[in-house]
C-alpha cells in the first residue's frame, strides 16, 4: 500500500499554484490552473518548471489536503493545518484533524458582482462551520475508511502484487471527503506516484486506550465511519432514498489490539494479534420523514408501498457488505412509532433472503421504570447470532485469517442514537469478554466488572462515541449516556437528557437547515453553479415579518417588566396584567407562526429543497400593496417591478386622504 503524505508545501504563483511532498512521492509535483482550476500531476523537470517566473507570491505547509471545491469565484483549496495524533492501530499513527484552512485556488483578479459576492461569503460560512468540528480523522498508513478484516483481505491482494494508493481501496461509503479529493484522484489517475497526494478522512469517532491485566498489555480501540451518501441533520435527513442509501448510517469496530508498539504479554504468545468485531446503525430503510411545525413532536409521514425497492436494495447492500445481516428495531410498537415498526417488520417479512433476520424490542417498554438489566432480553435473543458471526482475529502483517467475522448486528431506533447507543455497548461489552476468555486473559470465569479500571474505561469510551455520533446528527450530546457511563440510570441523567430534548427541539426547528446545507456543500449533494439565482433569497412575506417584529417587541416588554417591574414588585398586581398580556401576544404569535408561517420562519435548507417544506402562505393574497412591495421587496424582487406598473397602480397625481 502506498503511504500518503505528511507534509506540504504549496507555492501560489502568478498563474499556476505547486503542491509539493515533503517525501515519498519521489520528482511528483501537482500544479493547478488559477484560471480554469484543472490539477495535474507534474514528474519530468520540464513540467514543474515551465510556466513558472520569479519567486512566488506566497508559500503556505499544511498537513495534508482534503481537496478542492468551486465556488462563485472559482477553486478552493481545503488544508489540513492542524492535527493531533490520538492514538495506534498496530503501528499506524491515526490523527484528529485540529484545524483547516480554506485557501482561495482563483486568480486574484477573478470577481464576481456584489449580492454573488454576498452568496460567495456565505458559502464559505457553511464550509468553515462543516469542517470546525474535531471529528475527522486520517492516518497517513492506515486505511481507516476499512475494517481490519477489509485491510487484511486488500493487504493479501497486495502480497500478490496488486499494491494500491489508499485512495483506490478506500471504502466508498466512508471516504468522507470523497467528492473534495475528486480533482486529486483525476489528477492522480495520470501519475504513478501522484496518488501519495490524496489523504482519505473519515468522520465520526476514534478511541485508543491501554488497557493491563495480569501482566497483559494492550490497546483498546474504538473506530465509528459515518456514511457519507445520505447525510443529514436529524429532521432534515431520514429514511431511504431511492437508491437504498439510508441516513445516520455510521460503522462501528472494537479493536483488541496486542499489535500496538506498547502491548506485551507475558509468554509473547499473543504478539502481534489483532481482534475485531463489527456492528452498524441507520435509520429505518422506508420512505419516511418527521416535518418540523414547531411542535415538539413533529408530524410522522410513512410512505410504505413507495419503500419496497428502497428497503431492498439497502438490505441487498448490507448482505452484500457483511454477509449476513440481524437487525434490531428498537422503536415503540405503540403510539407516535407504531407506524415505523409496523413498516420495518412488514418490509422485513417480504425479503426474501435466507442470510436477513429481523427482530423488534420495544426498548422504553422493556426497560421502563428504569429497569435497564432487561436489556439482557434482547441480549439473549442475539446471543446465538454473535456466537455464530464471531469476530475477527489475525496476526499484524500475517497472511493468514485465524477467524473471520460473517456477519453483522444492525441496530436502529427512531434517530439511530440513544437506544442505540445502549444496546451496541452492551453487545460490543459481551463480545470482549468473550475475545479475553478465549484469548486466555480472562479465565473462564471472569468479567470485566470484577476489573473497576477496565469497566470506567469502557463506560466512558462508549460514552463518548454515543455524543460524537449524536452531536454530528442533531447537534446535542446523546441521551441516556448515564446509563452507558455508569451502568444504571439516575435522575441526574434523566434531567441531563432533558435538557437536551429541549436543545433539539429548538435546534431542529430553527437552526438545523442551515446546518444541514453545510453539509450538503461540504459533501457535494450541492454544487455551486456561477451566475445561477441566489439560493440564500429572502422568501419572508411581510406577515410574516410583522410577527417577527411583534415577538421582538413581546420580548422587549417582558425584559423590560422583569427588570423594571410596574408597582415595584414583580408580583404586583399591575405588572402581573401587564407581563400576562405580553406573553398572550406571544401566544398568539406562535399560533399563527404554527398555523400558516412555518415555511417562512422555520430554519429550512436552502440549497437542496426540501420535499417537505410547505408552500408559503399569502394572508392576503389579494391585496396588492406595490410600493411597499418596492420597499421591502429583495433587490431581485425590486428589479422585476417595472416602474409603468407603478405609477399605473400609484399615478403621480393621487393624493392621500
Known amino acids: 500500500m502506498v503511504t500518503a503524505q505528511q507534509s506540504f508545501k504549496i507555492s501560489f504563483y502568478q498563474s499556476t499554484v505547486t503542491i509539493e511532498a515533503g517525501r515519498g512521492a519521489g520528482d511528483e509535483q501537482l500544479r493547478i490552473d488559477r484560471t480554469s482550476g484543472e490539477v495535474k500531476a507534474a514528474s519530468t523537470l520540464a513540467d514543474k518548471t515551465g510556466g513558472l517566473s520569479g519567486a512566488p507570491q506566497r508559500t503556505i505547509t499544511a498537513h495534508g489536503i482534503v481537496g ?204 502481534g494479534v489483532q481482534m475485531s468485531y463489527v456492528q452498524v446503525r441507520g435509520s429505518i430503510p422506508v420512505q419516511w420523514a418527521q416535518v418540523i411545525n414547531m411542535r415538539y413532536v413533529p408530524n410522522l409521514k410513512v410512505e410504505v408501498d413507495a419503500s419496497r425497492e428502497r428497503f431492498n436494495k439497502h438490505m441487498a447492500r448490507m448482505v452484500d457488505m457483511y454477509s449476513e445481516v440481524v437487525a434490531v428495531n428498537l422503536v415503540n410498537k405503540v403510539k407516535y412509532e407504531k407506524p415505523m415498526g409496523d413498516a420495518f417488520a412488514k418490509l422485513s417479512a417480504e425479503f426474501n ?116 455520533v449524536s452531536c454530528a446528527y442533531s447537534g446535542t450530546g446523546a441521551l441516556k449516556t448515564d446509563f452507558t457511563r455508569t451502568g444504571k440510570r439516575t435522575k441526574m441523567g434523566a434531567l441531563q437528557d432533558g435538557r437536551n430534548s429541549v436543545e433539539r427541539y429548538v435546534r431542529g426547528n430553527f437552526f438545523d437547515g442551515e446546518r444541514q446545507d453545510a453539509i450538503d456543500l461540504l459533501l457535494g449533494a450541492y454544487r455551486v453553479k456561477p451566475d445561477s439565482a441566489s439560493p440564500f433569497a429572502d422568501e419572508q412575506t411581510l406577515e410574516a415579518r410583522a410577527l417577527v417584529g411583534t415577538v421582538y417587541v413581546c420580548l422587549f416588554m417582558l425584559f423590560y417588566a422583569f427588570f423594571y417591574p410596574r408597582g415595584g414588585r414583580w408580583f404586583s398586581l399591575s405588572n402581573v396584567v401587564f407581563t400576562s398580556s405580553w406573553v398572550a401576544v406571544l401566544a398568539l404569535v406562535f399560533s399563527a407562526v404554527k398555523a400558516s408561517h412555518t415555511a417562512e420562519l422555520l430554519n429550512w ?53
Open 353 to 468: 433472503s435466507p442470510h436477513y433476520h429481523y427482530t423488534h424490542f420495544d426498548f422504553h417498554k422493556e426497560c421502563s421504570k428504569m429497569r435497564w438489566d432487561r436489556i439482557s432480553i434482547l441480549l439473549d435473543e442475539l446471543a446465538e447470532y454473535n456466537t455464530r458471526f464471531g469476530y475477527f482475529k489475525t496476526k499484524h502483517d500475517a497472511t493468514e485469517q485465524q477467524h473471520l467475522q460473517t456477519g453483522v448486528v444492525r441496530t436502529n431506533c427512531m434517530d439511530c442514537l440513544d437506544r442505540t447507543n445502549v444496546v451496541q455497548s452492551e453487545l460490543a461489552r459481551a463480545v470482549l469478554t468473550r475475545q479475553l476468555r478465549e484469548t486466555g486473559v480472562f479465565s473462564d470465569t471472569d468479567a470485566i466488572a470484577i476489573f473497576p479500571e477496565l469497566q470506567s474505561m469502557l463506560r466512558n469510551v462508549w460514552a463518548d462515541n454515543a455524543d460524537a
Open 68 to 271: 478542492m471545491i468551486n465556488l462563485q469565484r472559482g477553486a478552493y483549496m481545503i488544508l489540513i493545518t492542524g492535527r493531533e495524533a490520538v492514538g495506534t492501530v498496530g503501528t499506524s499513527t491515526v490523527y484528529r484533524v485540529s484545524e483547516t484552512k480554506i485557501v482561495k485556488v482563483a486568480a486574484d483578479n477573478r470577481v464576481v458582482p456584489g449580492f454573488d459576492a454576498v452568496d460567495e461569503a456565505t458559502y464559505l460560512r457553511l464550509l468553515e462551520s462543516a469542517l470546525a468540528v474535531k471529528s475527522f480523522f486520517f492516518s497517513y498508513d492506515m486505511d481507516l475508511t476499512n475494517t481490519l478484516q477489509q485491510q487484511q483481505q486488500q493487504q493479501m491482494k497486495e502480497n500478490s502484487g496488486e499494491s494500491s494508493d489508499l485512495y483506490k481501496t478506500a471504502n466508498d461509503e466512508f471516504f468522507f471527503n470523497r467528492y473534495l479529493a475528486e480533482p486529486l484522484m483525476a489528477a492522480a489517475r495520470t501519475s504513478q506516484k501522484a496518488g501519495a497526494f490524496v489523504q482519505p478522512m473519515i468522520h465520526g469517532f476514534f478511541a485508543c486506550k491501554q488497557v493491563a491485566i495480569r501482566g497483559t498489555v494492550f490497546n483498546y480501540v474504538v473506530i465509528t465511519r459515518r456514511g457519507r451518501k445520505r447525510q443529514g441533520t436529524r429532521y432534515f435527513s431520514r429514511g431511504a432514498d431511492e437508491e437504498g442509501n439510508v441516513s445516520n448510517f455510521a460503522e462501528t469496530e472494537q479493536i483488541v489490539d496486542f499489535a500496538a508498539a506498547n502491548a506485551s504479554t507475558p509468554d509473547g504468545r499473543l504478539a
Open 605 to 657: 435548507p436552502r440549497l437542496v429543497a426540501n420535499p417537505n417544506r410547505p408552500a408559503v402562505q399569502h394572508a392576503n393574497a389579494a391585496l396588492t400593496l406595490p410600493l411597499l412591495d418596492r420597499l421591502l421587496s429583495t433587490p431581485e424582487k425590486k428589479a422585476a417591478l417595472r416602474s409603468d406598473d407603478i405609477t399605473k397602480a400609484w399615478p403621480a397625481d393621487k393624493k392621500l386622504a
